[in-house]
């Protein structure tokens, strides 16, 4: 059994569903320590993050991830147990094994293979530093963890140059996608104002719905933008839209929507709450509108750490990566802001979330190489 492996299935065996980290962070503290990184815990809430750091020197590379899972779902629907890890054939599953449990054990073996390097020690003591950014805050509310620690390295002056964060990014085979950003994401809780009142009578009343209807046209055919090489256009989404009182013969008073936008650097959240809000006025309606930012768009377009990246696939695995912003939100959002070169770049995505979530062995063994071939290639 690979070192990989070995710490992947220890830390998958910990039901450690958000924001409760039972332990997996010890687990990896102290394999860190026994490699020579100073290690910080920070507990905000009920989130515990880990902030460990080998060298003082810059440039700082971050390795961030996150020790929480989501829930299993219905656990008689799994073919085994969802924290106790199993392997058949080539294949490891288990809650965690993808998003991203074998990351965070691949990410810290590779340090361990490195520091055995004497030329590596030498060369982080003269010229960089390793960290690692890890906490069980990513799949809940993601307000206790990464932007916490963020503040904290802020307050003590300690700048992340790049970071790699292990999410699953692969499509097909482990290194085929790197993501190099992500989409913003802002979300409107609306409520329309009418006038509730007898469906017979519809002049003494005012349909919500039917006011909106105009409105929900305009917003679906908004262009926000054309989107750019690495982006694209911005997308208006209705997640939820609920009106009536469950009787047939009322008209509503109220009609509640629930929608999102992913947008891209081409546009800013000020820009789309106002071309939001002048549809809406156009339409010469009544509502309340509520927004909430979960996330500003970043972008590495190139740089060390892409090339890093690159190469060490190249090496790896033989294959082209593809540069890619698609899919949702990650904590590259709370660190890309710092300046900071930002990659996510880990295995295959395609069972997160789902039962019997796994990862194929063999990959979990060229990710640990890949990250180790780009960390020599930054400092080597």
């Known amino acids: 059994m690979s070192a990989t492996l070995e710490l992947a299935k220890q830390l998958i065996s910990i039901p450690s569903v958000t924001p409760d980290d039972l332990g997996c962070q ?26 460990a750091r080998y060298g003082t020197k810059s440039p700082l590379f971050v390795f961030a991830g996150h020790t ?142 039917h006011l909106f209807a105009g409105a929900l046209q305009d917003l679906c055919n908004e262009v926000w933008d054309n989107g750019n090489e690495f982006f694209p256009p911005t997308s208006f989404q209705i997640s939820n839209i609920h009106a009536g009182t469950g009787a047939s013969n009322v008209i509503p008073g109220d009609l509640h929507v629930q929608f999102n936008l992913r947008f ?21 309606l009544k509502y309340t509108l509520n927004w909430s930012l979960s996330g500003q768009p970043f972008l590495t377009s190139g740089g060390e750490l892409v090339e890093a990246a690159k190469q060490a696939i190249k090496s790896v695995c033989n294959i082209d990566s593809e540069l890619s912003t698609a899919g949702g939100t990650s904590d590259g959002r709370f660190i890309a802001p710092t300046g900071a070169q930002v990659i996510e770049l880990g295995p295959v995505n395609e069972s997160i979330h789902k039962i019997d979530e796994n990862i194929n062995i063999t990959e979990l063994d060229k990710l640990t190489e890949i990250y180790l071939e780009t960390l020599k290639r930054l400092f080597l």
């Not at 860190?32 to 990184?37: E, P, T, Y």
């Not at 290690?39 to 993050?49: A, P």
């Not at 002056?157 to 085979?173: A, F, M, Q, R, Y």
Request: hydrophobic content about 35%; overall charge negative; glycine content about 8%.
């Open 264 to 284: 891209s650097t081409e546009i800013t959240e000020q820009i789309i709450k106002q071309r939001v809000e002048n549809i809406l006025d156009n339409h010469q």
């Open 68 to 209: 929480d899972v989501v829930p299993t779902g219905p656990v008689e629907q799994w073919h085994s147990d969802p924290f106790t890890p199993t392997v058949s054939g080539n294949v490891l599953t288990g809650r965690g094994s993808a998003d991203m449990k074998s990351s965070i054990a691949a990410m810290v073996c590779a340090c361990e293979v490195l520091l055995e390097n004497n030329q590596a020690i030498s060369a982080l003591q003269t010229a960089g530093s390793i960290g690692f950014l890890i906490t069980s805050d990513e799949e809940g509310p993601a307000v206790d963890g990464t932007v916490k620690v963020i503040e904290y390295l802020e307050s003590r002056h300690e700048k992340i140059d790049w970071c790699l964060v292990g999410e699953p990014t692969s499509t097909n085979t482990v290194g085929d996608v790197i993501k190099n950003g992500r989409r913003g994401s802002f979300s409107g809780d609306l409520t329309i104002h009418g006038v509730q009142g007898h469906i017979a009578y519809p002049q003494l009343a005012q349909n919500p719905v």
């Open 26 to 51: 010890k687990i990896i503290a102290d394999r860190l320590s026994n490699a020579g990184f100073e290690i910080k815990s920070l507990r905000y809430g009920e989130v515990d993050n880990l902030w």
